[in-house]
């Protein structure tokens, strides 16, 4: 299948295009910057094309991205700051015109990340029935968008897989989500780990059954509508990191109790992914 | 108290700016065009300032009002086509930063005009403490922005009260609401008025009482948040259109059942007014 795939140098998104390319599918990448892009492992096995979402210069965007049958949006910006506003206030906008430039050129197969963030302050196993009231900028804007994009399905023909992320592991990155920052922290040597008390129940997935299954959900048109894309089994951070650490073989030492829990995440949460299971 | 009125010369708005008046506030009324505003009774009563919502050639919105102490926002556009997509694609944005620049700059005192079809398609008595889903663009519109507005009052000290309107009678439009075109046939002296058979239950206000408490919502700190602004009594639609009739004294004949339902409004749904009655 001829896929388009954006935010292709981001975390996840480099992740999906390789997963696609392994699986023999014809990839077209986008992101920002062409540069930073031609350092990927990837980049000669696509189609590279740059874009800048938000930006108005072109205006056949599905005759630019080579006319995909599929899309998968994982372009956002600014994840690193869950509580600015530009995430309503411009990636939201943006990016629903991009997404409806995209679907009224004719590409009906459409998987947009979403995340669990969507749900908002709410505790124990989340189903995609829920009603949802995010808390933070980032949410509200992500779930604004399904919102518009489930509008515009009375108005256009196409199949919406909105894949709520949990929480993943085993892929190093410059983030500051807690296995980020503990890989650094083995990598540096560093004798201590300062961390929470680690007692908070989550949800877990390797990234590369993560990437596997965004690619699953995006060729398979069996399920649509919402789809947690987690494992199902919530997790107590402590017993994650210390097999981390285990795995790694590394000495570093734990200092539990250090942070305060995020006010900005429930406690105990996971996700229920017995609609993913179905594929 | 020195009130500005947004969208002053629409249906809502005149009513507005003419009971704070007769109440003896100072009014700041604002529409798109002063010519179509110097028509109304309250013109020469009011400082009015000419303003479209989404242009950006004014940078300090404070100043241009006058510097008032709270805003009551009626303004909205396309009100007559439920369906279109500018709900969210223009209006949402465009009404989101001129509420945003009023508070940035130091109104406290913020009531906005929202509707009972944020709810959706829901059958009964709505509170205003059930989840919402919205089905139509107005209805995602408006949602949409007390959501963001909700989410401006972490960084921003200001109280929203978020108005939702039911139905209301008593006052000539035109508009296609039931009432207008009622109001419509009887002055023309047809001899029979199409209608839906009329047996859905609905919540209706008299227009007088309506924009009585649209103001006193605004001049009262006791409540904030959303408040259903409606009477909590459902009637059924017929009987209060037998009521109108013998009160305007038409011989007009009614012929019920010449219309379905509207698949955009649930049959029964009223407003639980419990709140608004605390005022």
Partial sequence: MKILVTGSTGFIGEGVVS?????????????????????????????????TIGSKDISDLYAYFEKPQAVIHCAWDNLHDYRGLHHVEEN??????????????????????????????????????????????????????????????????????????????????NSNSLFAQLDRAIAQHDSVFNMSDGNQLRDYLLFDELVKKIAAISVQDRISGIINCCSGKPVRVIELVEEYIRIKNSPIQLNRGYYNYSPMEPVHFWGDNTKLNTI
């Fill in 19 to 51: 997963e696609l390319l392994k699986e023999g599918h014809e990839v077209i990448a986008t992101s920002r910057n062409e540069h930073t892009a031609s350092f990927h492992d990837w980049f000669s096995s696509v189609h590279y094309k740059p874009y």
């Fill in 92 to 173: 939201l906008m943006n990016h629903y015109f991009f997404l409806k430039s995209i679907i009224e050129s004719g590409v009906e197969n459409v998987t947009v990340l979403g995340t669990c963030f969507e749900y908002g302050m709410k505790e124990g196993c989340l189903s995609e029935t829920m009603n949802v009231t995010p808390s933070n900028p980032y949410g509200i804007g992500k779930n604004t968008l399904r919102v518009f994009l489930e509008m515009l399905q009375s108005v256009h023909d196409f199949s919406l897989k909105w894949i709520r992320l949990f929480y993943n592991y085993g892929k190093s990155n």
